[in-house]
C-alpha cells in the first residue's frame, strides 16, 4: 500500500490516534535515542543518565544532562511533522496524539493535549515527595563530558566547555538539582526512567485511545521500549488500520499494514494536504 492508500485511510477515518517517537522531532534538529551516528544512545551511556540509579548515584550530571537537553528542545522549532499533525487534530474531532517524547513540540505546533507516555523535560518535580517544582531559569551547562560516561562504541561528543556550567563551578555539563521547596528533597525531571511505571493515567488514555480508533499511525519510533510499544499493537487488535512512517525498517513494521518509508516531515504533509 502506498502514500494515496494512507491518504485514503485518513480521509475516511473517524477516530485518529498518533503515536510518535523521537524521528517526529529529528528534522527539527533534536537527536534520536537510537540511529547509529546520531542517537543520543551512540553518545552517552543510558544507565548512567536515564535511571533512577544513575540519579541517586550522581544527580548533578543527570540533571545537567537534562538541562542541556530541555535548552536544546527550548532552541528549536516544531517542524511540518508535528504541524501535520496539529492539522489532523483540527480535522478530525477526537484525535489523540500520544508521545514518547519530553519535549514540548506536539504542544507548539498547536496539539491540544497530547499524552506524554514517558513524561516532561518541563515537569521537575520532588525526587521524594513528588511535588511539582518550577522549572529552573537561566543558561543550561553544556553537554556532559567525560564523566558522563559515554557510550563505549564511539568517540566523544565534542562538549562545549567552559561555557556557563564552568562558570558557576560546575564541570562537564555537571549542574547541582534544585532542592524541595517542600521538604529539601533533590527536585529530579519529570520523565519516565528505564526501570520506572509509566503514569497510569496516561498509559491507560493511551491504550484507550488506540482500543478506540479506527486509524493509528505511527510515527518516527523504533517501537523497542515497552510499555509503550504495545500501543500499535492494541490498535491492531481492536481492528483499526496502522500506518507506519519511518525512513527505516523497525520493530513495527510486522504490525503496519501501511509502511511509509521516507522523513516524518516529508511525509505526514503530504497526507494532510
Ligand atoms: C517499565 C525518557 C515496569 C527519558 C525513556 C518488555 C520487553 C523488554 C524490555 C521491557 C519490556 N517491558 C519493559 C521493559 C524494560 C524497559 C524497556 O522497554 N527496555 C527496552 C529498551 C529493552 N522499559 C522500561 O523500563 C519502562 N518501565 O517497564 O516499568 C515497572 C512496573 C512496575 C513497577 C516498576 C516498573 C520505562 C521505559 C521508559 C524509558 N524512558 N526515556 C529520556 O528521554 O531521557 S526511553 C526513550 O525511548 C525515549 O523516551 C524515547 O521516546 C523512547 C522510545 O524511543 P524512540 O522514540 O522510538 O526513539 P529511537 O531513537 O529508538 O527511534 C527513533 C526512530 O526514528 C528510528 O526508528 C528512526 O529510524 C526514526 N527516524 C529518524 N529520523 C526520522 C525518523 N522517523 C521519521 N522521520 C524522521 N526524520
Ligand atoms: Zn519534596
Redesign the pocket.
Known sequence: MSERDAADLLRDAKRVAVFT????S??SGIP????ALT?L?SRFDAKT??TPEAFARDPALVWGW?EW?RAEVERVRPNA?HDAVAAIEAHVPGTVVIT???DDLHERAGSRAPIHL??SLFAPRCSACAQPAPPPIGTAPSAPGPGAAPAPRTPEPAPVTGGPAALDGERDGRRKPPECAHCGAHVR?G????????STEALSAATEAAFGCDLLFT???????????EIPYVAARSGAAVVQ????P?ALDAVADVNLR????RILPDLVA
Do not use: C, K
Open positions: 517517537g523521537a524521528g517526529m529529528a528534522e534520536t535515542f537510537r540511529d542517537g544512545w543518565l536515564a537534562y537537553r511533522a514518547q517524547n519530553v514517558h513524561g525531571p520523565v519516565v526512567w528505564f526501570g520506572e511505571e509509566l510515527v518516527g519510533t523504533s517501537g523497542l521500549v515497552y510499555p509503550a510499544a512512517i519511518n525512513p527505516e523497525t521516507g522523513p516524518a516531515a
